[in-house]
């Protein structure tokens, strides 16, 4: 009888990560372990053959949000071509966090969001009555916090106008936040889905000094504190009804990441469902229930 190879799997990463961060790299054996073979692909490598995949897999991306049309482009042509994971559609969507738009929408509790669109004036964000001593600014479109910095509404007056103005110079949307002070003591949880199946929890720390950004790694995201965290039945509660409210079909998986109000509520600052830390090495199974996911999916 012929040989029948075992299906095999394009790990999407970017030329920063050609061979995955240490978190993903534990996908590689876990495929194996079910019988499917994964290698990690640089996306912007023309020279690769997408259909020689049996299913594309977006994971260390991070490079996307400076080139998106180009991204976008090119996960269509993926899409053409193989099995992509997440759905084009949806990457589409989530890649511009006006999606937040939608989300509240459907009744889902987010961090209170402002959106000044090129064209605004800069000092549009003052009247939103934003409820907050401190704000976060940041693009609409970004990975990794980058173009996010944190600012005091009385102190920082020019420094606030000149960000919102720079990047609505790059005719760029920008986002205007209340910096929730709760994030300084409790963190963020960020709680991971598989196939609309809740996975595991982490603690994020705070990221934002005000004014500043914190030290980047490889100039694409900020180095970040994390912890494995049991989350609340109220988190889970919340990150359920946002995984309930995604458009179409469950998605591969969704990083839902939560962060507590004033009142002490989980509110919604993103849902990732693009290129997210899925945090694989703190839980000892996550790997293996991603890797099962991913051969269902093929299958």
Known sequence: ??????????????REFPLLDEDDQLLIPALARVGVDAVPVVWTDDSVDWFAF????????????EVRDAFLAWIDRVAAQTLLLNRADLVRWNTDKRYLRDLAAAGIPIVPTHFVEPGDDPRSWASAGIPSAEIVVKPAVSCGS????????????????????????EDRVVMVQPYLEAVDTDGETALLYFDGVFSHAIRKGPLLARGAESERVEGLFLREQIDPREPSAREREVADQVVAAIPGDVPLYARVDLIPDRDGSPVLLELELTEPSLFLLHDDNAAGRLASAIAARIA
Not at 55 to 65: G, I, Q
């Open 54 to 65: 049996d299913a594309v897999v977006l994971r260390e991306t991070w490079d996307y949000s």
């Open 1 to 14: 009888m012929p040989i029948v190879a075992p299906p095999l799997v394009a790990l999407a990463t970017c």
């Open 146 to 169: 980058r173009g996010t910095a944190r600012h005091h509404v009385d102190d920082d007056g020019e420094a606030i106008e000149q960000h919102i103005a720079d990047i609505l110079g």
